[in-house]
């Protein structure tokens, strides 16, 4: 995972758990014709470090995200990756909007100064560009693709690729998203749409004026259980569910019932109920109307059971879009290794009216055994993981670290 | 600068090499040049002079750019032709 928080995952945790927020003025493209100038941009990124001369001509900002972001997945993972499991490896690679630096660039050039654009452009910009790098950079030649669902795309991706690992379709699957959009097209986009804050993202805080941008790539092995503990593997945390549907309603604003039941259709995939569930990490944007909303659905379905904690990780690192979902699948695998629910970074002045405990005052070590991850996309596409908390010593097996 | 230099200076450019190591008879794919340098080289080659080289991927042949000496020719043949255009 990289972020701007952090260039690996445990970095991004600990910053994340510290409750830091990322969220800065914006330094790495020009300002001078927007009015929001914040985001959680990777300040410290140097392609050079990691990518050749052709990587670089060929890859947009966001495909160098999602390859650092595998690389370090993989890596961690320690698989023997025979000519046979490269074979049969998905790839899913979640992205909102794919290469939109690629995009502006072309369009700056084209219109702006009436000069052509960039040879590479088409297959920068495509947004399968992520999955297809991630797969020829690590060699992973079986089904490979990309999902687009806007905000919900990295959690799309994950899920996809658990029911692919779950259903035997395949060992092993690489999965997540990618986001880097912080461009100024993109930006003056989101200002022109009036939900973005220019002050900060606030989430379940009383004073939350709108979502700030963040770019990122967060990617996960996902392995068949029984594969991963014959092999020693270190296991994070275990993906037990997924639930996604759509609203078939409005464009832009997320529909109570639906989200309800694509929460609901998770916690079934997974076999669980509600009073399971210790902590929900939240869509939570730091718009009004989202966490509204959000909180409203959550105590619908806690109304019979415990409220568990709920917090959102968008204070911290922005909205990452297509990349969103992966990031905070990520942390919520980490928050039930850990057994600490990281905190709402930025909510200083808790909505309490909402009903929840938004674990605004600092990382809460405690006792979580299940978590949901909440993603709801505009065009109405909801999607939401189930994870469960992986007990070393439940089959009397130590995996190793 | 000749048409030579600058062109050096663009190729070294994209190929992150140094220009001295040139010479007009340098086969661009005896240095492992591939297609989508040839791609990049051409729209570098294409801002620098203010020309339009008429390459297609699916006809590369059909314009001469095997080596430097040739790319120069092309460079040069190009300027003159489409001058005032």
Not at chain 1, 275 to 296: K, L, P, S
Not at chain 1, 378 to 395: E, M, P, Q, S
Request: charged fraction near 20%; hydrophobic fraction near 45%; glycine fraction near 10%.
């Amino acid at each position: 995972m990289i972020c701007a928080a952090g260039r690996t995952a445990a970095e991004s945790w600990e910053a994340i758990a510290a409750g830091k927020s990322a969220i800065a003025p914006i330094s790495l493209i020009p300002t001078e014709r927007l009015n929001v100038r914040i985001a959680a941009e990777i300040k410290d990124f140097d392609p050079t470090a990691h990518f050749d001369r052709r990587g670089l001509a060929a890859m947009d900002r966001v495909s160098q995200l999602a390859v650092v972001a595998a690389r370090e997945a993989m890596g961690s993972a320690g698989l023997d990756l025979d000519d046979d499991l490269a074979g049969r490896i998905h790839t899913i690679v979640g992205v909102g909007v794919g290469g939109m630096h690629a995009m502006d660039d072309s369009f700056r050039l084209l219109y702006g100064e009436n000069r052509r654009p960039h040879p590479l452009s088409v297959p920068r910009l495509m947004v399968n560009a992520p999955a297809s790098h991630v797969s020829m950079d690590l060699g992973l030649r079986g089904l490979t693709y990309a999902i687009a669902s806007a905000c919900a795309s990295g959690t799309h991706a994950i899920g996809t690729a658990f029911h692919a690992v779950r259903s035997g379709a395949a060992p092993v699957a690489l999965a997540g998203g990618a986001e880097s959009c912080i461009t100024v097209g993109t930006i003056a986009g989101w200002e022109a749409l009036r939900v973005a804050s220019s002050s900060g993202c606030r989430p379940f805080s009383r004073n939350r004026d709108g979502l700030v941008l963040g770019e990122g790539a967060a990617m996960l092995v996902l392995e068949d259980l029984d594969r991963a503990l014959a092999r020693g593997a270190r296991i994070h945390a275990e993906i037990v569910g997924f639930g996604a549907n759509a609203d078939a309603a409005d464009l832009t604003s997320p529909n109570p019932a639906s989200t309800e039941r694509a929460m609901r259709l998770a916690m079934a995939d997974a076999g669980l109920g509600p009073a399971d569930i210790d902590y929900v990490n939240a869509h939570g944007t730091g718009t009004t109307m989202n966490d509204t909303i959000e909180a409203e659905v959550l105590r619908a379905i806690f109304t019979d059971a415990p409220r568990p904690l709920v917090s959102s990780i968008k204070g911290a690192v922005g909205h990452g879009l297509g990349a969103a979902g992966a990031m905070e699948a990520v942390i919520t695998a980490l928050a039930l290794r850990e057994q600490i629910a990281p905190p709402t970074a930025n909510c200083d002045d808790p909505d309490t009216g909402l009903g929840f405990d938004f674990v605004a005052d600092g990382a809460r070590p405690t006792r979580l055994r299940h978590a949901l991850s909440n993603s709801f996309a505009f065009g109405g596409l909801n999607a939401v993981l189930a994870l469960r908390h992986y007990d070393d010593d439940r089959d009397g097996t130590a995996p190793s670290a | 600068m000749s048409t030579y230099d600058q062109v050096v200076e663009i190729l070294g450019s994209q190929l992150q090499r140094d220009p001295g190591e040139f010479t007009p008879d340098t086969n661009l794919e005896e240095e492992g040049v591939e297609s989508l340098d040839v791609i990049e080289i051409t729209y570098a080659l294409e801002e620098a002079f203010h020309i339009e080289i008429p390459l297609n991927a699916n006809d590369a042949g059909a314009v001469p750019m095997r080596t430097i000496g040739e790319i120069v020719a092309l460079v040069d043949r190009l300027k003159a032709e489409q001058a005032g255009s």
